[in-house]
């Protein structure tokens, strides 16, 4: 493995749209798969229109093995609130993951935030994803505790 991460790029996204759509066959399963397209569309990170407005924000990265994409990492700035980021989504390719690629994704966003004198990361996990809570606490967050509201309509 000839790993490296650097900033995201436009011409990346099918890339990134397909790793993401690996990690959620993997975190929903059969259900995924039987889910309308559009349903499907709508529990991925990397829509288009998603995937635009995060990736020039100077806090996305992709890991990549040998020049190929295997993991990305959404991140931006919450604005109006200057000095905060929040981590969107961290996705790698499953045959890649717990190899510590995350962590190399979130150390190098942890460094940019440095230089732009980010005082703050935020990340959301859903406490029934254990990857995600063991690569924060590697990293070094403070898990908190998570409530959700939901409303159906």
């Given at each position: 493995?000839?790993?490296s991460v650097r900033?995201?790029k436009?011409s990346?996204?099918e890339?990134v749209h397909?790793i993401?759509?690996?990690t959620?066959k993997q975190?929903?399963?059969?259900e995924?798969?039987?889910l309308s397209?559009?349903k499907?569309?709508?529990h991925?990170?990397?829509?288009?229109?998603?995937f635009?407005?995060?990736?020039?924000?100077?806090?996305?990265?992709v890991?990549?093995?040998?020049?190929k994409?295997?993991g990305?990492l959404?991140?931006?700035e919450t604005?109006?609130f200057h000095g905060k980021?929040y981590?969107?989504?961290v996705?790698?390719?499953p045959?890649?993951?717990g190899k510590?690629?995350?962590v190399l994704?979130?150390?190098e966003?942890?460094?940019?935030?440095?230089e732009n004198?980010?005082?703050?990361?935020?990340?959301?996990?859903?406490?029934?994803?254990?990857?995600s809570?063991k690569l924060?606490?590697?990293?070094?967050?403070i898990?908190k505790?998570r409530?959700?509201?939901?409303?159906e309509?």
């Amino acid at each position: 493995m000839d790993i490296s991460v650097r900033q995201m790029k436009d011409s990346d996204y099918e890339a990134v749209h397909h790793i993401d759509i690996l990690t959620q066959k993997q975190y929903l399963g059969d259900e995924f798969d039987h889910l309308s397209e559009e349903k499907q569309e709508k529990h991925l990170v990397s829509r288009i229109s998603e995937f635009l407005i995060n990736v020039n924000t100077g806090f996305c990265f992709v890991a990549e093995d040998e020049g190929k994409i295997i993991g990305f990492l959404l991140a931006h700035e919450t604005l109006p609130f200057h000095g905060k980021l929040y981590i969107r989504y961290v996705g790698l390719d499953p045959k890649y993951q717990g190899k510590g690629l995350g962590v190399l994704m979130c150390n190098e966003l942890v460094k940019k935030a440095y230089e732009n004198n980010i005082e703050q990361i935020t990340a959301l996990i859903n406490l029934d994803n254990p990857q995600s809570l063991k690569l924060c606490e590697k990293v070094g967050f403070i898990i908190k505790d998570r409530k959700e509201a939901v409303l159906e309509l």
